[in-house]
Structure formats: structure tokens, C-alpha cells
């Protein structure tokens, strides 16, 4: 199996991974219930962008193939970080204007500490993810 299709399989998995667990949890209120349970959901997800990051840049495009192992993991950090970002902002804009959970102007507090400990999950799973691939792929090319 080749590296594309190989990176193609593991998103595969993880997005399978994210949609069942995100459907239990809604399901089950475990949103509501389960103070913890979007950790592993972003950790996952910023594994899945970071898997992705390698995916566009080095498996279709080859255009990091030759990076530096610092480069490519804080390009690829970057990369997770930007979509974390944009997904909190989808976040913030289906709770104000799609949920009604709470008005523009009178958004509760902690909201800003679960969008800050999302993105540091979302950048742990990503900086883990691509960290592991790159330890892979050196250990492969070093036999």
C-alpha cells in the first residue's frame, strides 16, 4: 500500500471515529453531562488536520517532502491551529445564531476557557500525530 493511500485510510478511520462518538454524545446529552467529552474529540480532530496537513503537502503535492522534521511539524502545528480556529468560530456562530444558546451580547464567561482549551487539544493531537508520522517515516527510511 502506498503512502497516500495509507494517510487516506487513517483519515478515513479517525473521521469514522469522530462522527460515532460525536453521535453517541449527542445522543446520550453527554455534551451536557460529561464535562470531558469533547477532549478526545479534539484531540482527534487535531490529529485527523494534522494527518490531513501531510496528506495535501507531502502525499498529493509533495510539496514538504524534503523538510526539515522541525519545519514540517510546526508548518503542519500552524496548519492545525488555523482550522481549530476557524472551527470555534463555526462553533460560537451555531450556539449564538443556529442553537440560540445564548445572545451575541451576553455570552456566558467560561466560553473562552473551553474555546482556549480547545484549540490547545486540537494543537496536541495535531503536534502528536504529525510528531508520530514523522518518527514513522524516519525509522522506515533509516532500514
Known sequence: ?????????????????????????????W???????????????GAFVGI????????R??????????FLIVLGMGFVALVGVLWEFYEFWADVWFFHK???????????????KDLLNDIIGGTFALATFRALTRSRNDR
Open 1 to 29: 500500500m502506498t503512502m497516500k493511500n495509507t494517510i487516506a485510510l487513517i483519515l478515513l478511520v479517525i473521521v469514522a471515529a469522530i462522527a460515532i462518538m460525536h453521535y453517541l454524545a449527542l445522543w446520550n446529552d
Open 102 to 116: 445564548y445572545s451575541m451580547n451576553e455570552f456566558p464567561g467560561w466560553i473562552h476557557a473551553d474555546t482556549l
Open 52 to 59: 490531513l496537513f501531510l496528506y495535501i503537502f507531502l502525499a
Open 31 to 45: 455534551y451536557g453531562t460529561i464535562w470531558w467529552i469533547d477532549i478526545p474529540l479534539h484531540l482527534l480532530g
Open 61 to 70: 503535492r509533495n510539496i514538504v517532502g524534503n523538510a526539515d522534521a522541525i
